[in-house]
């Protein structure tokens, strides 16, 4: 079983629609989530950034964790064509010295217009 | 702009042959790492440096090697003894609360 898990897709959805994406995982150690998106053959760019549990908004994108259920979950309002990429997942245990940050696979998604 | 530059976007390499990928960034981050990207199959750890001259093997680094002379740069080669070379690179730092920041990603081919 994979650290992390992540629904490849891909997700296809008309424009401004409310998008779920979400990962689950079994490290009871992680601390640190994070979601980035990518466009294709370019780097990842940090998203969202959540220390714990609890939610976190900045704009159209709202970050949630739940510990207890070991799922987070990125949720996009009014979805753009903009927004087609592909999401990773991503977290790490607490701070300081080093830290492995994993990885979900990505979940591909497409806003259709 | 501060940032992560990964050069070149491109690189072929022959058979036999050792390239080396270039990464440089500005943001005054300790940490830097190396990962390769497969489809399907997520980001890898290949190397990962915390502090200049120090880096250690992640998941992956047969049939790569890395260097940390200058707190800066942090390039990868791929050996000839890297079978399959053929993907995505890319480079990252992180900062001391945990954000990785990524450059743009070089696609490595094979002749």
């Known amino acids: 079983q994979k650290e992390v898990e992540q629904d490849p897709g891909p997700l296809s959805v008309p424009e401004g629609a409310i998008v779920s994406l979400n990962c689950t995982y079994s490290?009871?150690?992680?601390?640190?989530f994070m979601w980035y998106r990518q466009y294709s053959r370019k780097g990842p760019e940090l998203l969202m950034y959540t220390y714990s549990s609890g939610n976190k908004e900045d704009g159209r994108f709202t970050a949630q964790v739940d510990k207890s259920s070991k799922y987070i979950s990125l949720f996009i309002r009014d979805s753009q064509p903009s927004d087609s990429a592909t999401y990773l997942c991503a977290m790490t245990p607490f701070s300081g010295g080093y830290q492995k940050v994993t990885f979900g696979t990505g979940t591909k998604l497409q806003v259709i217009p | 702009d501060g940032g992560i530059t990964q050069s070149p976007k491109y690189l072929f390499r022959k058979e036999g042959q050792n390239v080396t990928l270039s990464c440089e960034q500005n943001l005054n981050h300790d940490a830097m790492y190396w990962y390769r990207q497969d489809p399907g199959q997520g980001l890898r750890l290949i190397y990962y440096?915390?502090?200049?001259?120090?880096?250690q093997k992640g998941d992956i680094a047969e049939g790569y090697s890395v260097s940390r002379e200058k707190k800066e740069s942090f390039p990868l080669t791929v050996t000839s003894a890297q079978k399959n070379p053929t993907a995505f690179y890319l480079c990252a730092s992180k900062s001391v609360n945990e954000k990785l920041f990524f450059g743009s990603g070089t696609q490595l081919s094979v002749l």
């Open positions: 490290n009871s150690a992680f601390q640190y």
């Open positions: 440096s915390q502090i200049v001259n120090d880096f």
